[in-house]
């Protein structure tokens, strides 16, 4: 390819071309230009092939020359030498170069510099922040000890009411109080703000309004039968802070299985009484916004709950705006959902037009800010995630942060159970990205039996052991392709498995666990010393069997992650973290299944498709129940199971 002819230089040729792009020199990413980086011209060539065999000879000089070992090199210069190098070797990446004056970064790279703290994971060389340094460097007791004696006896006005305040603690429950929330803990009183109808027209005054629902009646282990579909009525009006929220698409996830099976437990949260309505996660639309949201909502926003036990295998649900998360607008999903399927697709159109003949039908306060104010509301996460990948985006949230527990860098081991599920294959496939090694233990098949008892096992028994097997290697061949280095039997003693493996084979440095029980144990034993087990679920319903001399003896740490509480606590973490993850999906380099179900007619398929994932092995897709929008309740009446 010919380079155009306003790039041409006159002889003698300088580093960079009067007529090349200005922008090179005053990038960020580029402060040298990378021409002159290599002592390359810009300046035209007969062919392709002899410009990049100028550049590959330029390398080879400038890479001696730069490296860290010589006198005069260093790290940083070998770096940028070999980024010159990368950029201007390929034909796409310099001819974007040439005409932008900027480095165009692949998804995996750009996710590879938003990941960890500061952007440190990418580049080790990378100074961390003065101010981050200096209190890393003060974190010390000792470096206490000196800095209080230096500072005198009595402590500072800052010093001693920031003590004051930490010796307070959360107790006694928000430390400033303000309108909003006094509002929020005590109410309002009816009279001194103006009815909003939940829906607009005769069904919402005659009271008649209901949506179909998945409630869930008593505890005990068969699912099914614990569940029923029912009509669940709207209140008429909608109160103080309340907004009417659609439901587009809700996941089936093991912890609303297991949720089910307690009779409403979920962790240390309860919903309180029987029944209640199914479902802790889900994407819904607004479509109707009541008195005293000041613009937080608007119509056509996408949300999310933030708390457990928000009720959202139902069509539409009445609650507290602070209750919900902004994600993005529905007018970004439009077109197909972001490619989630015709259902999805479907259900979007059905809800833009539903929710637009609402809003024009009666207007409310919370529309007041206009086009302007709905694209300035619109979260950082963007519109990068497709409409089924944000239904499940405290699974995504899960497996960013789970990597982020220990110092990885690239090289470094990770070893997790339930690979299968929705956070195992997210984090297999973010880290072939961070370029770590992960370890899949994966169950064995029920039937089959320990090597001692295939011999004398009935021939029923052995051939159901020899279906497992076949099934277990399906499975393993899949982890694999995902970005599992290995895949091991999450049975017996995992150490041999990996001295097996090869003596030059590196030990985990952390450890995820999702299971409990034994599991956990052995997760433990194969870490190295030092490690960290981060703990996120307990699929097995057992704690966690861990040896007390792991602690004493190996100082492996164990730490806790809860995804919602994280993302409550860093909501902007939260929604870098998900634009970050959403580049990857948007390249191709993360990709999940999902099962999609009609929410009416179907719902039962669904939840028995995600109760083998809630025993710890399932087929390696999330079922999805797609919602039917606002269309199939405004006027009423109920489904039939």
Request: proline share 7%; glycine share 12%; aromatic share 4%.
């Amino acid at each position: 390819m010919r380079p155009p002819a306003a790039r041409a230089s006159p002889p003698p040729p300088p580093p960079r071309s009067a007529a090349a792009p200005a922008a090179p020199a005053a990038s960020p990413d580029d402060p040298e230009g990378l021409y002159a980086l290599l002592g390359v011209s810009q300046g035209a060539t007969p062919q392709e092939a002899s410009l990049r065999r100028r550049v590959r000879r330029a390398f080879r000089t400038a890479r001696t020359r730069a490296h860290p070992d010589r006198p005069g090199g260093s790290a940083a210069a070998f770096a940028a030498v070999t980024r010159a190098h990368d950029v201007l070797a390929d034909p796409q990446k310099r001819a974007h170069y040439d005409s932008t004056g900027r480095i165009r970064r692949g998804a995996d790279e750009a996710f590879l510099e938003s990941f960890g703290e500061q952007g440190a994971y990418s580049d080790p060389l990378r100074r961390a922040h003065p101010v981050a340094a200096a209190a890393a460097g003060a974190s010390g007791l000792g470096d206490q000890i000196v800095l209080r004696r230096a500072e005198g006896t009595a402590p500072s006005h800052t010093a001693g009411f920031e003590a004051w305040m930490r010796a307070r603690g959360q107790a006694g429950g928000p430390q400033v109080y303000s309108g909003d929330t006094v509002a929020q803990e005590f109410g309002v009183v009816r009279g001194t703000y103006e009815a909003v109808p939940t829906l607009p027209g005769g069904a919402a005054e005659a009271g008649a309004a209901a949506v179909p629902a998945v409630v869930c009646s008593a505890a005990g282990a068969s699912v099914r039968k614990l569940l029923a579909l029912e009509s669940q009525p709207l209140p008429p009006e909608l109160e103080f802070g309340e907004v009417l929220v659609v439901m587009l698409a809700v996941p089936v996830a093991p912890g609303d299985i297991a949720t089910c099976r307690l009779g409403g437990v979920y962790g240390t949260a309860s919903a309180g009484r029987l029944p209640f309505v199914a479902g802790h996660d889900g994407v819904g639309v607004v479509a109707r916004v009541g008195p005293g949201i000041k613009g937080a909502l608007c119509e056509g926003d996408l949300v999310q709950p933030t708390g457990p036990f928000a009720g959202t295998w139902r069509a539409a649900m009445v609650c507290k705006a602070a209750a919900l998360s902004r994600v993005g607008r529905l007018q970004d999903w439009r077109a197909a959902a972001g490619g989630g399927g015709a259902a999805a697709a479907v259900l979007v159109r059905q809800a833009v037009e539903a929710a637009a003949a609402a809003g024009e039908a009666a207007p409310v306060g919370g529309r007041a800010g206009g086009a302007a104010a709905s694209k300035a509301a619109t979260s950082e996460a963007g519109p990068l995630l497709p409409l089924e990948y944000l239904a499940v985006s405290r699974e995504l949230l899960t497996a960013y942060r789970l990597l982020e527990m220990a110092p990885c860098k690239p090289g470094d081991c990770v070893i997790l159970n339930a690979p299968l599920s929705t956070v195992g294959r997210t984090v297999l496939q973010l880290a072939r990205v961070l370029r770590l090694r992960a370890i899949a233990l994966l169950r064995p098949g029920a039937r089959r039996r320990p090597a001692g008892e295939a011999a004398a096992a009935p021939p029923e028994a052995a051939a159901a052991a020899v279906d497992d097997e076949a099934e277990f290697e399906r499975d393993a061949s899949r982890l694999r392709s995902l970005g599992a280095t290995h895949v091991l039997r999450d049975e017996g003693a995992i150490r041999p498995q990996l001295e097996a493996l090869g003596r030059f084979e590196a030990r985990p440095v952390l450890g995820l666990d999702a299971v409990g029980g034994d599991s956990a144990a052995r997760i433990a034993d194969a870490l190295a010393d030092g490690a960290t087990l981060c703990i996120y679920g307990c699929l097995s319903g057992r704690s966690p069997a861990l040896d007390w001399r792991a602690f004493v003896f190996r100082s492996i740490a164990v730490r806790g992650h809860n995804a919602r509480a994280w993302a409550a606590a860093n909501p902007s973490k939260a929604a870098r973290a998900l634009r970050s993850v959403g580049g990857l999906v948007a390249a191709g380099l993360l990709v999940l299944d999902f099962a999609e179900y009609e929410f009416l007619g179907e719902w039962a398929e669904g939840v028995e498709g995600a109760a083998g994932e809630e025993g710890g092995r399932c087929g390696g897709s999330r079922a999805l129940l797609m919602m039917p929008g606002l269309p199939a309740f405004a006027g009423g009446g109920a489904a039939e199971a």
